[in-house]
Structures are given as C-alpha cells and as structure tokens.
T-cell receptor, first 113, second 112 residues
Framework: SQQGEEDPQALSIQEGENATMNCSYK?????LQWYRQNSGRGLVHLIL?????REKHSGRLRVTLDTSKKSSSLLITASRAADTASYFC?????????????FGKGTLLTVNP | DVKVTQSSRYLVKRTGEKVFLECVQD?????MFWYRQDPGLGLRLIYF???????EKGDIPEGYSVSREKKERFSLILESASTNQTSMYLC???????????FGNGTRLTVT
C-alpha cells in the first residue's frame, strides 16, 4: 500500500524561483527520503532525514520533517532548468521490516528557462 | 560510486513467455529490491532480498518470482508474461537499515 503522498502532482515555475513540494504519510516512520527521477531513468537519492531530525540541508535542497503532522517538505532554491524531473518521497517504516521503502506517486517539476 | 546495472533497457516479449530481468550491483550491498513503476500508481515493491538466497514478498508479488544465488545479482522472473505486466521495472540496492537506495536505469518491458 502507498504510504507517502506528494503534493502537488505537478508544479511549473520559472528558472531562479524556489520550488516547494510536500509529502504526507500515514504511519510512524524511521526515516523519510527524497529521490529525483529524470524522464526514462532510474531514481537518484537526494536526501535522508531521520525521524528525530526536523530539518536538513544539502546544497540548494532543504528538507523539513514534522512527525506530529506526518508531513515533510522539499524546498529547491534558485531552481535551474536541469532541476526538471519527478520528485518522490519514500518512507522507511517503524516496526516490522525496515529493509523496504514505500514511495509516493511523485511531483513532476518543470523549470522553464 | 555505486553502480546498479540492469541488463536490458528495453524488452519486448510475447504473452506466455518466461522472462528474466537481471540486475547486478558492484558495492557488496546486502539488500536488493525490485520495483515496478506505472503512470498514476508510482513505484510498487514486488520482491526484496536481504541476503543471498533470502527473499521476501513485497506489495505486489503475484505473477513474479526472484532468484538471488550470488550477493551481487538479483533476478526477477515472470513465469508466464501477461499484458498487465507491461511496465517499467526498477532494480535497487542498499547497504543497510537506514541507507539510501541506489537504482538502476530501469527496464521498460512490453508484453504483447
């Protein structure tokens, strides 16, 4: 069953603007990860945030996690045309087998030059 | 850098054929995964393996089986391909519990 749900489904912005994508989930997690997928390719890991962390940065990426609201956001600052891709959140679950991740359906980001 | 290699980018098979999708990783990862990706449905886990010869069903294992005889290789088998198995198949591996997944470039399978 799907755990994470991204919002919005699609986002179109101009180069230089910031892009914010959100992810909501339903049950307790150990960690939440964000991935990027360029068209027709595999997914690439961007950032991992653990359940006891609230914010994490990596270059132009900023991820926040609010476990009380069961939500996360990914902010891409000063976007570039090369950021055009689909972005997925994935959750690693508490309890049971944490070997697997459950992915949302993704946000398609288009950055117009 | 971790490399996950899927043997075919595109594959066309006929209904009823037995299909093998191969995946090899070069970083000695314990855990390997097979997902399928369909428009509007996102990624869904088919099977995963956390050790050689060990496997566990994911969310949609029906119609599939897997084989992991060596640590670096994880094969997905469609025993009798059907048109509803037309999809993008993604293999991934990871080192341990809280590690990120490393994906291959995918195999786009069409069953006619």
């Amino acid at each position: 069953s799907q755990q994470g749900e991204e919002d919005p489904q699609a986002l179109s912005i101009q180069e230089g603007e910031n892009a914010t994508m959100n992810c909501s989930y339903k049950t307790s997690i150990n960690n939440l990860q964000w991935y990027r997928q360029n068209s027709g390719r595999g997914l690439v890991h961007l950032i991992l945030i653990r359940s006891n962390e609230r914010e994490k940065h990596s270059g132009r990426l900023r991820v926040t996690l609010d476990t009380s609201k069961k939500s996360s956001s990914l902010l891409i600052t000063a976007s570039r045309a090369a950021d055009t891709a689909s972005y997925f959140c994935a959750t690693g679950h508490s309890g049971g087998s944490n070997y697997k991740l459950t992915f949302g359906k993704g946000t398609l980001l288009t950055v117009n030059p | 850098d971790v490399k996950v290699t899927q043997s075919s980018r595109y594959l066309v098979k006929r209904t009823g054929e037995k299909v093998f999708l191969e995946c090899v990783q070069d970083m000695d990862h314990e855990n390997m995964f097979w997902y399928r990706q369909d428009p509007g449905l996102g990624l869904r886990l088919i099977y995963f393996s956390y050790d050689v010869k060990m496997k566990e069903k994911g969310d949609i294992p029906e119609g599939y089986s897997v084989s992991r005889e060596k640590k670096e290789r994880f094969s997905l088998i469609l025993e009798s391909a059907s048109t509803n198995q037309t999809s993008m198949y993604l293999c991934a591996s990871k080192a341990s519990y809280n590690s990120p997944l490393h994906f291959g470039n995918g195999t786009r399978l069409t069953v006619t």
